[in-house]
């Protein structure tokens, strides 16, 4: 898990929902299906619902990290279009 | 082309829905639809078409606003009594959304100057209160090969339909010919509530969004008839009919005609 290199970094902090979805479902509209996208964040709300809403839509989540007191990492691969 | 704050906020609840995405708001951005009709059914169909942010809106409409209208014409206001209906219309609708660009186009619809208007859409919403027009625009759709979202209301009752030319029927292999003006109903006879044009005009709004979404199963071979009074929604299959005079496989209409009849001038 370690050496997961994301194909894609997005900073969403000072995003509340549903405008977080919507920033890292833009984002991962525009890879390729197997690259991983990693979303930083400090809406805690967030770290639960984006995990959900991608699996809903059928992506991977690799990783919801809290990297420090604000900020968490997610890491998703796209597995779909 | 990327999506600015505004449009990310504004089309959030439909970017989040897995079936549209920012793909399909981009190809809803992208997509020009032509309203017949700033009526009853063209206000309704126009406001959430504008709302939802189709790019091109083209609104073909001669009249002027009356105060009788007012009753069910969503679009339009008090103080705009006597101002076009397409103008009125592209008013409030790029009043709410600055993404739509409505194109107002102040004629009647004949054979001359139909094939023309609709070649620059991608999709034709039928909201006429008349039998010419509603036949003029089927055949020049089917001729076209348009997809052509189709509404009607009276009274209490409402119908819908899509018609996609040559996958399914048009509305020729339902009603061969426009009844003769006799049974037509006359203006006393020909109410409505104000509501029912919303329910049928929203129900148009949902099968333009979904073909352009490539989303769900348009009402192809289907007519969706509403009864209001009864709260009851009926489907009926329709299929394509082969002998069809526009689009069966020996069509004997293979350009447009005269459509004009003397109709009752009421309007919806
Ligand atoms: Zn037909």
């Not at chain 1, 299906?33 to 979303?39: C, F, H, N, R």
């Not at chain 2, 705009?80 to 009647?108: C, H, Q, Y």
Request: hydrophobic content about 40%.
């Amino acid at each position: 898990m370690q050496d997961i290199r994301p194909d894609k970094s997005i900073n969403i902090k000072g995003l509340v929902c549903p405008y977080t979805f919507v920033k890292s479902k833009l984002a991962i509209e525009e890879m390729a299906v197997g690259e991983v996208l990693e979303i930083l964040l400090d809406y805690p709300e967030a770290t639960r619902s984006i995990p959900k809403s991608m699996e809903d839509h059928g992506h991977r989540v690799l990783k919801v990290e809290k990297i420090n007191d604000t900020d968490w990492i997610i890491l998703v691969r796209k597995e779909r279009e | 082309m990327d999506f600015t704050d505004e449009q990310i906020h504004r089309y959030s609840r439909h970017i989040i829905l897995p079936e549209v995405g920012g793909k399909g708001q981009k190809k809803i951005l992208n997509a020009k639809v032509l309203l017949v009709g700033a009526g009853g059914l063209g206000c309704p169909v126009g406001y959430y078409l504008a709302a939802a942010g189709v790019g091109t809106i083209g609104i073909v409409d001669s009249d002027t606003i009356e105060l009788s209208n007012l009753q069910r014409q969503i679009a339009h206001n008090t103080e705009r009594i006597g101002m076009n209906k397409a103008e009125s219309a592209k008013l409030t609708f790029e009043a709410l959304n600055t993404d739509v660009k409505v194109i107002p186009i102040k004629e009647r619809l004949n054979k001359d100057n139909i094939m023309d208007i609709i070649s620059q859409y991608d999709i034709v919403v039928d909201g006429s209160d008349n039998f010419p027009t509603r036949y003029l625009v089927n055949d020049a759709c089917v001729l076209q090969g348009k997809p052509l979202v189709s509404g009607a209301i009276l009274r209490f009752e409402g119908q819908v339909t899509t018609i996609i030319p040559k996958e399914g029927h048009c509305y020729r292999c339902l009603f061969e010919e426009p009844p003769p003006p006799g049974l037509v109903p006359s203006c006393q006879e020909a109410g409505v509530l104000g509501a029912l044009p919303g329910v049928v005009g929203a129900l148009q709004a949902m099968e333009v969004l979904k073909l352009i979404l490539e989303q769900g199963e348009p009402l192809k071979n289907t007519l969706l008839i509403y009864n209001a009074l009864q709260t009851e929604f009926r489907r009926v299959k329709i299929p394509r009919n082969p002998d069809c005079p526009v689009c069966g496989d020996n069509p004997t209409i293979t350009e447009l005609q005269d459509y004009e009849a003397d109709y009752c001038q009421m309007r919806f």
